[in-house]
């Protein structure tokens, strides 16, 4: 059975802090696809980030980046120095190329 | 470039009333659809999904239903609202279905 995990339920952070959001996944597909999105109080979800299962190597897109270690099964995603702008709910997805699968999202304040 | 619309924004709606709502993309063909539910818990659940006009796979039992009378148009409807539908509503499409999920703005819909 696929499912996608986010423990954290709620971060806070304060502005210029470093915080990482967890995503666990479980799948035992060979071939799957993992993603982040991005929800802020508008409510829109916006793509990030979008991973392939033979594509081990990390991502740093200016402040985000992403560690992708299917060892532990995981696709965490790393915000250097935070600003309020990033405050949001954060979702980390699973595709099986048939279906999406959405983790439970962790929502993220930076304090100023 | 390819857009999507989805209105209304928010609606208020008594128990028992029937409920509409529309969404549409532009600039792409034969797009998959897709209307998932955000209820208050923040959890994204999966509706419906729809690969091809006429095609609707539904996911979850419920008094509401999907239609695609257009490549480009899923309106998700309900013939008597219950309280349990309140919820934030999004609609999302892709081409292929391990590819990138666009969502819409959303629709917020408390039934009273």
């Known amino acids: 059975a696929q499912k996608v995990t986010q423990a954290q339920t709620e971060i806070s952070v304060v502005e210029k802090e470093d915080v990482t959001l967890d995503c666990v996944y479980e799948?035992?597909?060979?071939?799957?696809?993992l993603f982040w999105y991005k929800q802020p109080p508008s409510g829109e979800l916006v793509f990030l980030i979008r991973?392939?299962?033979?594509?081990?190597q990390n991502e740093i897109s200016g402040r985000y980046s992403w560690n992708f270690q299917k060892s532990t099964s995981s696709f965490n995603f790393t915000i250097t120095a935070s600003q309020v702008v990033d405050s949001a709910v954060y979702f980390c997805a699973l595709s099986d190329g048939n279906q999406f699968y959405f983790g439970t999202g962790t929502s993220l304040t930076v304090i100023p | 470039s390819q857009t999507i619309h989805q209105w209304p924004a928010t609606l208020v709606q008594p128990v028992g009333s029937p409920l509409s709502l529309e969404c549409t993309v532009e600039?792409?063909?034969?797009?998959?659809l897709y209307w998932y539910r955000q209820a208050a818990g923040r959890g994204l659940q999966l509706l419906f999904y729809?690969?091809?006009?006429?095609?609707i796979s539904s996911e979850v039992p419920q008094n509401l239903s999907a239609s695609r009378p257009q490549d480009r148009q899923f309106i998700l409807s309900s013939k008597k609202l219950l309280l349990s539908d309140s919820g934030f509503y999004l609609c999302?499409?892709?081409?292929?279905?391990?590819?990138?999920?666009?969502f819409g703005a959303g629709s917020r819909l408390t039934v009273l």
């Open positions: 799948t035992r597909d060979t071939t799957y696809y």
């Open positions: 999302a499409w892709n081409r292929g279905r391990a590819n990138v999920l666009t």
């Open positions: 729809s690969v091809g006009i006429g095609q």
């Open positions: 600039g792409t063909s034969n797009p998959n």
């Open positions: 991973r392939n299962s033979f594509d081990e």
